[in-house]
T-cell receptor, first 112, second 111 residues
């Protein structure tokens, strides 16, 4: 069962432009949504999260948008930098300290 | 900055052998998890651990798997009799509030 879906396996963006990564979910019981970044042979690194009571959360170059009615969230990175090249995972949980359900990931490549 | 550390980074084992994967979570965290990622697939939840007992486990976490926190710091995942399909990256995570912090992973190769 794919409760969290990332339909784009890869994305290429020019350096300096905006990267937009998308994620859809099916379980309406999810309360928290998180984005993780992963380099090869490393563990996922937490980037940013959003609670279901919000529709936007911003941290520096990263902004996450949540559309609860559409069960859709997106991660915006602006401006994109070469160091942003990695696999990005969307994850969701029911409430604090519950397990995370991950999407399949999107490989982002920033073109210099 | 505190981090989750995992050892070993890579473990090769013969099918049917027991393996123990070790993790040192962040010291003030209370919730601990094991996840795995089979090559090319998504990160999957295995088990969560709180207050010295399992709080939730997935269907992957069968009788061949066990976890314990023997000394209040280390958090271990044991696979009693490994199968070829257990080959994966295994990630330990510790959590406070809603953010889980992951270790760098152990690559388990069963041959």
């Amino acid at each position: 069962d794919q409760q969290v879906k990332q339909n784009s396996p890869s994305l290429s963006v020019q350096e300096g432009r905006i990267s937009i990564l998308n994620c859809d979910y099916t379980n309406s019981m999810f309360d928290y949504f998180l984005w993780y970044k992963k380099y090869p042979a490393e563990g996922p690194t937490f980037l940013i999260s959003i609670s279901s009571i919000k529709d936007k959360n911003e941290d520096g170059r990263f902004t996450v948008f949540l559309n609860k009615s559409a069960k859709h969230l997106s991660l915006h990175i602006v401006p994109s930098q070469p160091g942003d090249s990695a696999v990005y995972f969307c994850a969701a949980s029911g409430r604090g300290n519950e397990k995370l359900t991950f999407g399949t990931g999107t490989r982002l490549t920033i073109i210099p | 900055e505190p981090e989750v550390t995992q050892t070993p980074s890579h473990q090769v084992t013969q099918m049917g052998q027991e393996v123990i994967l070790r993790c040192v979570p962040i010291s003030n965290h209370l919730y601990f998890y094991w996840y795995r990622q089979i090559l090319g697939q998504k990160v999957e939840f295995l088990v969560s651990f709180y207050n010295n007992e399992i709080s939730e486990k997935s269907e992957i976490f069968d009788d061949q798997f066990s976890v314990e926190r023997p000394d209040g710091s280390n958090f271990t995942l044991k696979i009693r009799s490994t199968k070829l399909e257990d080959s994966a990256m295994y990630f330990c995570a510790s959590q406070v509030n809603t953010e889980a912090f992951f270790g760098q992973g152990t690559r388990l190769t069963v041959v």
